[in-house]
């Protein structure tokens, strides 16, 4: 009975550490699975040049697909986005850098409201085609050649220098010459720096932008 009872708890004890094993083996992964912050795929439709722009201008762009908002309100396709110049440098006040932060903080629902929002750049490019119907927003450059860099850009900074390795082709920006960094400032905007020259944006120029 004693023998009996010790390779009873046994197998118990085996059985048990098994279970938690799994569950150490899962959860991690439901951590990395969380849900991504929403995105809104948009072109500019107004122009900036850091050479004349100063903070407080505002820089408008129209969204190019169906979105939606984290509390989960549709953004349907041609509403505007409205972004804010936070700071803003010259390449001649820089001495040959220009920088240029851009918060969105404010979203026109296309024949709908106006509400406040929270979203930043963490992609952007100069592209000649974008497919409607992509779930990913994936683009074409004007080489003709897709790329991933307004689709899932790497995390963390991409570098604020001028001499960083392969600045002007940083990841998140497919700008020639812009490095795109995905660190907030205490204004909660990032950074786009312009490597030897000031930075221009235009309609030529699409944006994917993340939602607080």
Avoid: W
Wanted: charged fraction near 15%.
């Amino acid at each position: 009975m004693i023998n009996e009872l010790h390779v009873s708890c046994g197998n118990k004890s085996s059985f048990l550490s098994a279970i938690a094993i799994c569950l150490l083996a899962v959860c991690p992964a439901s951590s990395v699975a969380q849900t991504a912050a929403p995105v809104l795929i948009a072109e500019f439709t107004g122009n900036l040049n850091t050479k004349s722009a100063k903070v407080g201008d505002i820089l408008p762009a129209k969204t190019l697909k169906l979105g939606k908002l984290i509390d989960g309100t549709l953004v349907p396709k041609g509403s505007q986005l409205i972004g804010t110049v936070v700071s803003i440098r010259s390449k001649q006040a820089g001495n040959g850098t220009a920088n240029l932060a851009i918060k969105f903080d404010r979203l026109q629902l296309k024949g709908g409201a106006s509400q406040p929002i929270h979203g930043h750049i963490v992609s952007i490019g100069m592209v000649s085609g974008l497919d409607p119907d992509s779930t990913d927003g994936s683009l074409t450059t004007e080489a003709g050649t897709a790329t991933a860099g307004i689709v899932a850009p790497m995390s963390g900074s991409l570098g604020n220098h001028a001499d960083s390795p392969g600045a002007a082709n940083a990841v998140g920006s497919t700008l020639k010459g812009v490095i795109l960094d995905l660190h907030l400032d205490d204004a909660g905007a990032n950074h786009l720096e312009g490597v030897n020259s000031d930075i221009k944006l235009s309609s030529a120029d699409m944006i994917k932008v993340a939602l607080e």
